[in-house]
């Protein structure tokens, strides 16, 4: 896996980045993207590319993937308290912080493509360094970048670190 992120302030630009992605990495145009009946987007002209997207005030971020992936950012904001009781399950709370259990729910449910299933079910866990995820042939990781919470998800290995471009 792959991750890019630039800094931004339009949500649209996440298409742009996908796109200097796929053409730095793949050498190709970026293929035309589609969106399944649950709003996944994918090539169909490119089915062994893999790639998530997210967005957040300030930043966006690509990851790309041989396989399928998912990807969320998060500015670091307050919430409610009773958020967090709604979509983590205590044990939950106990190893991560609101934020990064956030992240790693979305990029999950993105992996997916859809769920049926509440967040207080997709439990995470931590074993030392490693974070399981709720299928542990999952590799899930979180990054730190400024002031913004990351995470990346998928059946292949997260990267140690995320190329910063600029739109």
Not at 10 to 26: C, F, H, M, T
Not at 107 to 119: E, N, V
Request: glycine content about 4%; some cysteine; hydrophobic content about 35%.
């Amino acid at each position: 896996m792959l991750l890019f992120c630039a800094e931004s302030e339009k949500n649209s630009d996440v298409y742009r980045l996908l796109a200097l992605a796929v053409e730095g990495v793949y050498k190709i145009p970026c293929p035309t993207v589609v969106k399944d009946k649950y709003g996944k987007p994918y090539f169909p002209s490119e089915p062994d590319i893999h790639f998530s997207l997210s967005h957040t005030r300030g930043l966006v971020l690509v990851a790309l993937d041989s396989a399928p992936c998912g990807c969320d950012v998060e500015r670091p904001r307050p919430v409610s308290p009773r958020v967090p009781e709604r979509v983590c399950a205590p044990e939950e709370l106990s190893d991560f912080t609101f934020m990064e259990l956030w992240t790693l729910k979305e990029s999950y449910y993105k992996f997916l493509g859809h769920t049926d299933r509440p967040f207080r079910e997709l439990t995470f866990r931590r074993s030392g360094d490693k974070i399981i995820a709720p299928d542990p042939s999952l590799r899930a990781r979180l990054y730190t970048l400024s002031s913004f919470q990351l995470a990346s998800l998928s059946l292949t290995s997260p990267p140690d670190d995320i190329k910063c471009l600029h739109l």
